[in-house]
């Protein structure tokens, strides 16, 4: 190697380490800032609380997460480590072996390396907010790392494949199309001679039959409950739009569009003309580089998962930020074409068979590259407007309300949260309760990790095994039974949130008042470059018996 190329590598390794510096210390500083919302906190809760045989047997059915994020959380949660710092760290670090994987071991363009793990969905979306899909782009990068080699050191693959299927739901799905693509491959190797000894014999099969075992068992483990929450609800729009979506404008809606927000199912979404034409026309144009850029054999590692996905995330359940799912998948395909040895003799093949000039491949390769630039930089952007809004302004409440009843000594009196009943007039214009979800007390979880115990007399009966909520709709029998036992607690002393106390005491609470002594709001649903309105919590209260202000100091809020 000349002195020249030994001074341009030095550069450019210097470029990547300053790179990945910029990335960890960014993170950590958003992340600092960053308050977890309901689902950080949910899954910390779980884990804190619940036992192994719950985790493994029961809240899974719930929940739609397999157990393994729980099972981590749970190494620092059991021990009683501090909450937000023990999350994040976790989060943290495996967003940032993400990016050293993407700086350090990709085959793309320097730029192309230096720039993608800023996207906003490999920084903030899953490095900054504390979900399972932080360790999913670490498996997913660890995949296109094993490919080319897949065929002689099979359990390499495999093993992310494994982990990527213990984080999540989307993770099965993609790793069983991965999977069948791989399968194929192999009966076409052995011209289809299936029940042969040597086909049974070959190294990869027993691997793929272990992927299969695990895959049969988190399937069974997070197939949902017959009254689980999140499946009791029908869809709003066509199965047909959502197909659309998801074949089309899901890819990108990731990365340069957006059209559903942050907190959006797309069973509930409701999607203009436009968005729709924009989508498609945008998908399709993505699609086409990407089957253009295929070599065929690679194709059906693309075109199985992809489908599998999609056709899942139309039908069973899909929330916007699941999209970041696919973009990791998308990112996997192209590292696995870009490591392809062969690749440059593919572009020489396929610009002979659309009878490109050189000068023609040139405005195309430069097209591409601003293509790229305008997605990367749009994701870019939106990674920043979200740290912006997260560090400005508060993205939940749970810090400064658990803050606030630590100040005053609030916790310690008996402490109602907020729980799901919907109401609405009659023909005499009368105020009746239309349906009551007691196991939805979701208020509380948010700010009960901050403490060393369950104070929330509605959370599990302020129980420290069951300081989390179950999303299932319970049973009429079972929301009398529960409001029952409420009741028997007494009259609350806080209120966290407009708690329906009526509902639950009747007449008890005649005679009783509550005024508003804490007004908080929160902003959970930060959506790329701004704040969606859907979820927000304006002007909410911390409420306390009338007959307790002077003994805490406290003052009505007029």
Not at 75 to 88: N, R, V
Not at 301 to 321: E, G, N
Not at 520 to 549: C, G, M
């Amino acid at each position: 190697m000349s002195n020249k190329e030994i001074t341009k590598t030095t550069k450019i390794n210097v470029m990547l380490i300053l790179a990945f510096l910029v990335y960890c210390i960014s993170l950590i500083v958003v992340a600092a800032f960053h308050e977890p919302w309901l689902d950080e906190a949910e899954a910390w809760q779980i884990a804190r609380c619940a036992s192994i045989k719950d985790l493994f047997f029961m809240i899974t059915h719930y929940e739609g997460h397999p157990t393994l994020w729980y099972l981590i959380l749970a190494i620092p949660a059991k021990l009683g480590m501090p909450y937000e710092f023990s999350l994040k760290a976790i989060s943290c670090c495996a967003a940032m072996i993400s990016a050293g994987l993407i700086l350090f071991c990709s085959p793309f363009p320097k730029w192309f390396r230096i720039l993608l793990p800023f996207h906003y969905f490999l920084f903030y979306q899953y490095g900054v907010v504390a979900r399972p899909y932080s360790i999913c782009m670490v498996c997913f990068w660890l995949m296109a790392m094993a490919f080319e080699q897949k065929d002689q050191k099979p359990m390499r693959f495999i093993l992310p494949m494994m982990v990527l299927c213990a984080m999540s739901g989307y993770g099965i799905v993609l790793a069983g199309g991965i999977a069948i693509a791989w399968v194929w491959q192999i009966c076409r190797e052995k011209q289809w001679k299936l029940f042969t000894k040597a086909f049974w014999k070959d190294q990869r099969i027993i691997p793929l039959f272990l992927l299969l075992l695990c895959a049969m068992f988190i399937i069974w483990q997070i197939m949902p409950s017959a009254d689980a929450y999140a499946t009791s609800r029908n869809a709003t729009n066509p199965l047909p739009l959502r197909l659309i979506y998801t074949f089309f404008m899901m890819l990108p809606d990731s990365t340069i569009l957006t059209i559903l927000q942050g907190a959006t199912y797309l069973s509930m979404a409701k999607l203009s003309a436009y968005m729709i034409i924009m989508g498609i026309v945008v998908g399709g144009i993505m699609l086409s580089v990407i089957v253009l850029l295929s070599e065929k054999k690679k194709f059906a590692f693309f075109v199985i998962p992809y489908t599998l996905f999609a056709i899942f995330a139309a039908i069973v359940y899909f929330c916007a930020h699941h999209m970041g799912m696919i973009l990791c998948f998308a990112i996997f395909y192209l590292w696995i074409i870009w490591s392809d040895p062969q690749r440059g003799s593919y572009g020489k093949a396929l610009a002979e068979k659309l009878k490109l000039k050189d000068q023609d491949r040139k405005s195309l390769s430069k097209l591409g590259m601003a293509g790229a630039v305008l997605l990367i930089g749009m994701a870019i952007y939106w990674n920043i407007g979200a740290s912006f809004l997260d560090i400005t302004q508060p993205y939940y409440y749970g810090r400064e309300v658990a803050a606030f009843l630590k100040e005053t000594g609030l916790w310690q009196e008996a402490v109602m949260s907020e729980y799901d009943i919907r109401r609405d007039q009659n023909e005499n214009g009368e105020s009746v309760i239309t349906s009551i979800n007691t196991e939805l007390t979701s208020r509380a979880v948010a700010i009960v990790p901050y403490f060393e115990h369950n104070f929330v007399k509605n959370l599990g009966y302020g129980s420290d095994d069951h300081g989390y909520v179950i999303h299932r709709v319970p049973s009429d029998s079972e929301v009398f039974e529960t409001l029952r036992k409420w009741r028997e607690m007494g009259l609350p002393a806080v209120l966290i949130g407009p708690v329906d106390v009526n509902a639950i005491f009747g007449e008890q609470v005649k005679e009783t008042r509550y005024v508003a002594v804490y007004k908080y709001e929160a902003f959970p649903n930060i959506w790329k470059a701004f704040t969606s309105s859907y979820n927000i919590q304006y002007d909410e209260f911390i409420y306390v018996r009338e007959d307790l202000l002077s003994k805490y100091h406290l003052t009505e809020l007029k």
